[in-house]
């Protein structure tokens, strides 16, 4: 009889409380909680929770997945189980977050991507992704002759203005002139021998007017250069191999007695 009456007692607590009361899992309870842990991943997933945290954001997702799951199912145990797991998880996601998009060195590359955390990225226009101090390697040196070019200049096939990736070198072409101001250059401009003669003069006469104008732009008096187009009159290798014409397509800088 006294087994009868304390199982008459619990049904009739279960009945009057409040659920949880007796430890049992409330059902609107865990669905709020779910849905605040949704929106903290999905906060987490539109910052840099995939970079920063993937295998704790996926595995917070995967256990809300499971509660969701479960709630549906009507397990609330199981559910207040794979929950509380999900907040575990998400509980490091934001710090490390936090921490991967730090940059120690201020030069604007998080330090997840910074190969140097202590010292900033020279912006030259050389590696300037990899977050370290560097020097570019030289693209023009001066010569008993003239301004030798390490890197060729390109063109546009039908303008024959020098295209943005050539301007670097031009830049330090006219650094050496600048820093030599006594010094004459002839500009000179070469084809190999795949069009026309007169048409390779013509070509050649625009791509050197093109590199005098822009050195003009950088500062070199106009009165120290001229401009020549050499068509393909003088190779410095055969035409019978893309690397020969590739050698003799090529703008030279000359100096002037």
Known sequence: MRTCRWVLILLFLAAVL????????DREALRKEMER??????KAQAAEGPECAPVSLAAAQSYLAAAKEELEEGDLWEAEDA???CRKEAD???AKILVCGRDLDRDG????EDACLND?????????EDGCPDRAPRRAVLTEDGI???????FDGETQRVLPGSVAVLEEVAGIMNENPDLRFSIQAHLDDRLPPSEADRVTGMRAESVKSLLVHLGVPDGRLEAVGKGSREPVAANDSAWGRTLNRRVEFIRIP
């Open 18 to 25: 409040p659920s949880g009361a007796l430890g049992y899992p």
């Open 37 to 42: 842990l949704e929106e903290y991943l999905q």
């Open 83 to 85: 929950i509380r797991l």
């Open 92 to 94: 490091g996601v934001w």
């Open 109 to 112: 590359i998080p330090d997840r």
């Open 120 to 128: 900033p990225e020279t912006y030259n226009g050389y590696m300037d």
């Open 148 to 154: 030798e070019i390490l890197v060729p200049i390109s």
